[in-house]
């Protein structure tokens, strides 16, 4: 009997994983790049770190440095941004790649010393670098989108 469980578990298993396929380069990518926008563009920057490069941190910091009370009452007061990966182009050599990723109903920083105002939607190019085996996203300023969100 005991075995019949173990033999139907075994199965069970087995079929769950037989449709996943294997985890590719562009899925471990997305993987980084999805956990980072979602935590980026709802503001929670401590949490995206562990995504980034270690060059990035500096960026992270300034993000973190430029929110004020203003900013924290919009982000309360709204539902969490949404983000979706459009594509994720990898370059040769494997460990380098970019990711184009749409993010809706979120808040754009504005200049300094203003408060954030809210977009409905924009497009994003983030850039992807494979470091010890990891692949983390790599800030050299704060993400721009491609196109104006339609705010």
């Known amino acids: 009997m005991k075995k019949g469980r173990y033999f139907c578990l075994f199965l069970l298993l087995l079929s769950m994983t037989a449709g996943c396929g294997p985890v590719t380069n ?3 990518t997305a993987v980084a790049v999805d956990s980072f926008a979602t935590y980026f563009f709802n503001w929670r920057f401590r949490e995206a770190l562990p995504f980034t490069d270690s060059l990035s941190r500096v960026w992270l910091n300034y ?4 929110v004020h009370q203003a900013d924290i009452d919009l982000l309360n007061d709204k539902q969490p941004a949404a983000v979706e990966i459009l594509e994720v182009e ?9 990711a184009t990723v749409r993010v809706s109903d979120f808040l754009r920083m504005d200049t ?3 408060a954030a105002r809210p977009a409905d939607e924009a497009v994003f190019r983030l850039d992807v670098v494979k470091r010890e085996g990891k692949w983390r996203v790599r800030m050299e300023g ?3 989108s ?3 969100s339609r705010d």
């Open 146 to 148: 491609e196109k104006r």
């Open 63 to 66: 993000a973190a440095a430029q």
């Open 112 to 114: 300094i010393g203003k």
């Open 90 to 98: 990898n370059h040769a050599g494997d460990t380098t790649a970019t």
């Open 26 to 28: 562009s899925g471990r």
């Open 142 to 144: 704060l993400p721009r």
